[in-house]
């Protein structure tokens, strides 16, 4: 098993080195996509924890990540800081600075622990509503009831969720490993066209991406 193992392993670095360059051999702006799963960015270096295709470059955001300082223009990453410990995620949004370029620009969207609060606070609130019952019936089928606390268990537990993050938390986390102009900014929306309509709202019900979501943009 262990030399099944190595082998393996050399393998997905042979693959990984092959993907990394043809990137940077073809992509004068050079743009990396973490935690990319199923949305796979045209004309971005797309990196996953288990690449679901040999044009996805394998990349564990909980070690130090295998590219040299300022290497990319832009970094973006979409649900997946929650996925990691709050050590891991400082690591992460530390080795975002590090391979950024002056003046690079990362977009970073988690879940917001406001929307959890909200649902919980104000149930009745129509889109609310909807997207108790349909947490419920597509992820809590145990459920006794609608109600709400259902939503919010589950949503801290499911999915590989570590932590959640709320507004002034990760903001500060991003200044502290030295972003300037952090900036919250709409879903799909932002004032660079690099950065606009990247996120993958059609993976829910319309809306409740957008419910769940905070999306902020930080400068190097």
Known sequence: QGSLGRFLLRKVL????????????GN???????GCGKNILNGWLNADLF???????HLDATIPFPFDSN???????????????????????????????????LRIAT?????LENIYRFPNDPIHKAYIEWSIKTFVPAATSNAPIFVLNNFVRDWGHCFIYDERLL???????G????????????DDLELS???????????????ETMVFEAIK
């Open 51 to 57: 690449p679901r295709s040999r044009q996805v470059f």
């Open 71 to 105: 290497s990319f223009d832009y970094i973006y990453s979409e649900h997946m800081l929650e996925h990691l410990t709050y050590s891991s995620g400082m690591l992460m949004l530390s080795e975002n600075f590090r391979i950024l370029k002056p003046n690079g620009a």
């Open 171 to 177: 903001s500060d986390a991003l200044i502290g490993v």
């Open 14 to 25: 042979r693959i990984d080195e092959r993907v990394k360059k043809k990137y940077f051999l």
């Open 28 to 34: 004068s702006v050079c743009k990396l996509h973490l």
């Open 111 to 115: 879940p917001d622990m406001a929307f």
């Open 179 to 190: 972003f300037s102009k952090v900036t919250r900014v709409p879903l799909n929306k932002s």
């Open 197 to 211: 309509g990247l996120a993958n709202e059609a993976r829910m019900p319309e809306g409740f991406l957008e419910l």
